[in-house]
T-cell receptor
């Protein structure tokens, strides 16, 4: 067990609807991240958190918001989903210097 | 700003052949670099860190500061090495919050 789970694993949603993805960790790591994975772009940081209620934007944050009310949970919300947000979303956790542990990913399709 | 470049999107080799996945970086200071691997439909997992100087699954990577490279090498590729490989670099600065910048990834295919 990697100590980090993402839900849902797959989701199909319609354009314009809100979507929330959940990342849950049992490792008590301070840092949590949301990335999206797209062909040709690799992994791009959407938002990250450095503590409860402490979050900041990454390089591709437009159209996304996050919340972290507990150490173990980091939520990613697409306020109004668009087709350009069709992607695979990965959550990761870190203690800062040892690299990341990743979740299994959420495959999101916006139709 | 730091940058990681993996010049090859796709790399194909035959089983038993040597393989080298290229990674170049730009960074001010002494970087710590990582290689992550993603097998088909699995989560990304850490393959190796330059600072630990370990050899994992037969892979090694040497940091070349002069060429700003951190190429991943294996002398004899196996079919199970077929995967997506990402090179990653920590963000610079005192408040980097552990963030990593990833390259675009290289898909390695090892043919039987």
């Amino acid at each position: 067990d990697a100590g980090i789970t993402q839900s849902p694993r797959h989701k199909v949603t319609e354009t314009g609807t809100p979507v929330t993805l959940r990342c849950h960790q049992t490792e008590n790591h301070r840092y949590m991240y949301w990335y999206r994975q797209d062909p040709g772009h690799g992994l791009r940081l959407i938002h990250y958190s450095y503590g409860v209620k402490d979050t900041d934007k990454g390089e591709v944050s437009d159209g996304y918001s996050v919340s972290r009310s507990k150490t173990e949970d980091f939520l990613l919300t697409l306020e109004s989903a668009t087709s350009s947000q069709t992607s695979v979303y990965f959550c990761a956790i870190s203690e800062g210097t040892y690299g990341y542990t990743f979740g299994s990913g959420t495959r999101l399709t916006v139709v | 700003a730091q940058r990681v470049t993996q010049p090859e999107k796709l790399l194909s080799v035959f089983k038993g052949a040597p393989v080298e996945l290229k990674c170049n970086y730009s960074y001010s200071g002494s970087p710590e670099l990582f290689w992550y691997v993603q097998y088909s439909r699995q989560r990304l997992q850490l393959l190796l860190r330059h600072i630990s100087r370990e050899s994992i699954k037969g892979f090694t990577a040497d940091l070349n500061k002069g060429e700003t490279s951190f190429h991943l090498k294996k002398p004899f590729a196996q079919e199970e090495d077929s995967a997506m490989y990402y090179c990653a670099l920590p963000n610079a600065g005192g408040t980097s919050y552990g963030k990593l910048t990833f390259g675009q990834g290289t898909i390695l295919t090892v043919h039987p």
